[in-house]
């Protein structure tokens, strides 16, 4: 079965550091997701890519986040400049229809 | 107030027993109403999916929304130790951004 792969599944960086986080979506699909959890805390949309472009992005999206398919298979998240409260999971999660799957998470530790 | 409200939980129940899961929400333009159940350190995956007011079944699993009340449910017949999971509510709204409900912790007892 097609599955949304995600690396490094641990990242820990020093704040200020750029880090990028990298997703395989599932080869057929069409919008790509970036997601954020921070421990015990709810599932945040982060930004949605479609067609070569942002769809859509949540105001937690600013300056220090963006986002590239720079081939046809991996779709990566760039954070620029780390900071502390970067700290969380993050999900990358593909769609073709109305279905929505997720990738396992990359945890990164800010510190 | 918040856009989505879930219960926490944690919600615990012996195995065979029927679970009622519940979120409501604000915004009128939510378009899509979805549950995801999450098992601990992996990523959500999707249970059920509809746009329409009613109930629509899946197994054991029936999802059902009532657009007028800004609710939605999830109810889950015999309950199995494996339907022990995190399980969260999520809206897609007209312009393609999700929102997700804090999620109620379900743990079923065998």
């Known amino acids: 079965e097609p599955e949304v792969t995600q690396t490094p599944s641990h990242q820990v960086t020093q704040m200020g550091q750029e880090v990028i986080l990298r997703c395989v979506p599932i080869?057929?699909?069409?919008?790509f997701y970036w997601y954020r959890q921070i421990l015990g805390q709810k599932v945040e949309f982060l930004v949605s890519?479609?067609?070569?472009?942002?769809?859509?992005k949540s105001e937690i999206f600013d300056d220090q986040f963006s986002v590239e398919r720079p081939d046809g298979s991996n779709f990566t998240l760039k954070i620029r400049s780390t900071k502390l409260e970067d700290s969380a999971m993050y999900f990358c999660?593909?769609?073709?229809?109305?279905?929505?799957?997720f990738g396992p998470g990359t945890r990164l530790l800010v510190l | 107030q918040k856009e989505v409200e879930q219960d926490p939980g944690p919600l615990s129940v012996p195995e065979g027993a029927i679970v009622s899961l519940n979120c409501t929400y604000s915004?009128?333009?939510?378009?899509?109403f979805m549950w995801y159940r999450q098992y601990s350190r992996k990523g959500p995956e999707l249970l059920m999916y509809?746009?329409?007011?009613g109930n629509k079944e899946d197994g054991r699993f029936t999802a059902q929304v009532d657009k007028s009340s800004k609710y939605i449910s999830l109810f889950i017949r015999d309950s199995q130790p494996s339907d022990s999971a995190t399980y969260l509510c999520?809206?897609?709204?007209?312009?393609?951004?999700?929102?997700f409900g804090t999620g109620t912790s379900l743990t079923v007892i065998p």
């Open positions: 999520a809206f897609r709204d007209t312009g393609n951004q999700f929102y």
């Open positions: 915004n009128s333009a939510f378009q899509y």
């Open positions: 080869s057929n699909h069409l919008y």
């Open positions: 890519f479609y067609n070569n472009e942002i769809s859509e």
């Open positions: 999660a593909s769609s073709w229809q109305e279905t929505q799957y």
């Open positions: 509809t746009y329409s007011s």
